[in-house]
């Protein structure tokens, strides 16, 4: 809700004068995008809604959404042009620039970090349309990707080469991808894909309504007779349905009203590849 609150009034204040800002911004579901910076030093990534557009050479690129395309730069300096007044505000501390020329906003800028930039700007038209394109890629800016849930008081690492859905009532997260498992070498000598097979890996947050005090007693309620690894604070419970293998991880939060559950589902033939990587993703929940 804080994030909501600031960006409305961040919108207000920039666009008081502007006669043709737009809607808000349809996000429903996202992936992140990676920008490669070299060896040895940390990637950078920012999500991009569903749909959109992303393309990059090296360290800059555009990224196009809804009729708005926003430029981004890593390393680079706005210099102002002609008859223009720019305003200067925070969001979560990241700044922002709006270009105002004859109350008509030209350009509009959100800062990723000191040295990352995105903005729009076509040809001095008014760009107040584009706002929350522009809000939301920066404010999505980070060199570790993760997922926040004020609801539930969490956050936790995102798998960046996972298609991102948000799960509709905001409990959580999906993350979905299609592994190749099957190649052969085609004329030329260039490996073909042939065949593939879904995972998928969700995190999300429950109230405790049934006020269980431990671990203990949930399993006992819920799960009686599956096979459980406690670990930690946490517990592992391996099940099946149909032709899928799928592990549960469960959590409490400290004063035992909410519980925070993530799930492994993929085919029982591969699931021995992706279980350890499931186990260390749990390690990277938090609550907040």
Not at 127 to 141: E, N, P
Not at 173 to 200: F, H
Not at 248 to 257: E, G, L, V
Request: proline share 2%.
């Amino acid at each position: 809700m804080k994030r909501l609150v600031l960006l409305i009034l961040s919108v207000f204040v920039f666009t008081a004068c502007v006669s043709t800002a737009g809607p808000s911004l349809v996000w429903g579901s996202s992936e992140f995008y990676e920008i490669d910076r070299g060896e040895g030093i940390p990637n950078y990534y920012f999500q991009y809604p569903d749909g959109a557009d992303v393309n990059s050479a090296g360290l800059m690129g555009t990224a196009s959404y809804q009729g708005c395309t926003a430029n981004f730069y890593d390393h680079i300096t706005l210099t102002p042009f002609e008859d223009v007044e720019i305003k200067i505000a925070d969001i979560e501390e990241k700044k922002r620039e709006s270009w105002f020329r004859n109350n008509m906003l030209v350009m509009y800028a959100g800062y990723g970090s000191d040295d990352f930039v995105f903005w729009v700007y076509e040809d001095g038209k008014d760009m107040g349309r584009c706002i929350d394109l522009v809000d939301k890629l920066a404010g999505s800016f980070t060199n570790m990707p993760y997922y926040q849930n004020d609801k539930f008081g969490f956050k936790v690492g995102v798998l960046a080469d996972y298609a991102l859905d948000y799960m509709p009532s905001g409990e959580g997260i999906t993350m979905t991808r299609d592994i190749a498992v099957k190649v052969e070498e085609a004329e030329g000598g260039e490996e073909e894909v042939l065949t593939s097979y879904p995972l998928e890996i969700a995190v999300f947050g429950w109230n405790n309504v049934m006020k269980y005090e431990n671990m203990a007693e949930f399993i006992a309620d819920k799960y009686a007779g599956f096979s459980v690894e406690f670990v930690g604070e946490g517990v592992f419970v391996n099940e099946g349905s149909g032709d899928d293998a799928i592990r549960r991880y469960f959590a409490m939060n400290d004063d035992k009203t909410v519980m925070f559950e993530s799930y492994l589902k993929v085919n029982s033939k591969n699931y021995s590849e992706h279980k350890t990587i499931f186990d260390e993703f749990v390690r990277s929940i938090e609550e907040i």
